[in-house]
């Protein structure tokens, strides 16, 4: 089968979609499919052997020009291409498979934006241009989507009065014994010797501090005992921030480490993810930590609270910082921090690669074959 797969960038480092996209180019291949990635940037170190890149125009600046440019540049490549089926990872027209990784972007509005300030970003050409691209997708019939959650299907549903049996929903998986790994690995890491004589750190992981919910995250933290420290990596510019935890009496015990590219060391010097998260269509940092043995605090408004739930994680609102405080409280005790981090290694060593990859072959064969039917009956 020869899959076109479509990222607007190809990184194996790194989160977010560019390291999935990566790791199903290669799973795909190293099964015998044909693989050509569509993109419009990847660093050469970062391409798997055997892989074919096809590079497109698309600017760098200015998101609502760059994503338009981008899904036409992506359509006329994979038409080039002719490949069995078009897969893709991005807002990009053309596919016959799509993978809602983002979420939808009406309720990331809501989400982040309420009110007036909801109206005025809903006009902006930015989230025009994205919301345009959404509808654009679903409104092609013979594109089936593929949902990280329930949650975000329901979304869809909601929003686009999207078909449900057009739709599947397939989590994210995770390579449980590379962040299990990790704590050996970070034994003689700066990051080790830094936890030294810290009683407990929490880590916060995830670039956008405010959609990620930082805010949250260190209102609960103030909550709480002065032996617990907040770890914060990701991209963003930590001054606000900074000046946050200062006023909320916090500045010793916040320690901002910038953008991470390998997060096991993280996860390894920590004693629990806490990220509070405003929308996230699934935070694949959640399965990282859990992998890694760690407990995982996190939202509702997160696609990763369905898996949680299945384990009896509490997912609170976003803006219950009075739950998210209770949470810590309680992971204080380091019999019910090992209890959940276990219960969490167990979910994450179910989502492995071996059967998201079988799984998602099946949805490309099936629309694959769909569209060979298709192309035959319009020669006819």
């Known amino acids: 089968m020869h899959v076109a797969l479509v990222v607007e960038r190809l990184a194996a480092r790194g989160g977010g979609v560019e390291r999935v996209a990566h790791r199903i180019a290669r799973e795909l291949s190293a099964r015998g499919d044909r693989v050509s990635v569509i993109a419009r940037e990847a660093e050469a170190s970062d391409l798997p052997a055997g892989i074919e890149f096809v590079r497109v125009p698309a600017p760098r600046a ?22 069995d089926v078009v897969y893709s990872l991005a807002r990009a027209a053309g596919a016959q498979l799509y993978r809602a990784g983002a979420g939808c972007h009406p309720e990331y509005l809501d989400a982040l934006h309420g009110g007036p300030g909801r109206a005025l970003r809903r ?51 995770v390579d449980a014994e590379a962040f299990a790994a990790g704590e050996r690995q970070a034994a003689a890491g700066p990051l080790w010797r830094a936890r030294a004589g810290r009683e407990l750190v929490w880590l916060f992981a995830g670039s956008g501090f405010r959609r990620k919910g930082l805010d949250l995250a260190l209102a609960a933290l103030a909550r709480g005992p002065a032996r617990a420290e907040l770890w914060v990596a990701g991209r963003d510019e930590p001054g606000p921030w900074r000046r946050l935890a200062a006023r909320l009496g916090l500045a010793q015990r916040v320690r901002f480490l910038g953008p991470v590219d390998d997060l096991a060391a993280c996860y390894a010097v920590s004693d629990a993810l806490l990220l509070p998260t405003r929308y996230d269509a699934f935070a694949n940092v959640c399965l990282e930590a859990a992998a890694a043995g760690r407990p995982v605090v996190t939202s509702s408004r997160n696609g990763a609270a369905e898996l949680l739930r299945e384990i009896g994680v509490a997912t609170p609102e976003p803006e219950d910082v009075a739950a998210f405080a209770a949470a810590l409280d309680r992971l204080e005790d380091p019999r019910e921090r090992e209890r959940e981090g276990a219960a969490c290694r167990a979910l994450a060593l179910r989502q492995r ?5 079988a799984a998602l072959r099946e949805e490309l064969e099936r629309a694959a074959a769909s569209e060979s039917a298709l192309s035959r009956r319009s020669r006819s």
Do not use: C, K, M, N
């Open 123 to 173: 006009a902006s050409p930015r989230h025009r241009a994205l919301e345009r691209l959404e509808r654009q997708l679903l409104r092609d019939s013979r594109v089936r989507v593929q949902f990280t959650s329930a949650w975000v299907r329901d979304q869809f549903e909601r929003r686009y009065g999207f078909a449900r049996e057009r739709g599947f929903v397939l989590p994210p998986a």
């Open 353 to 357: 690669w071996d059967r998201q990859i």
């Open 62 to 83: 200015w998101q609502p020009l760059r994503v338009a440019l981008f899904s036409r540049a992506a359509q006329r490549a994979a038409r080039r291409l002719r490949p």
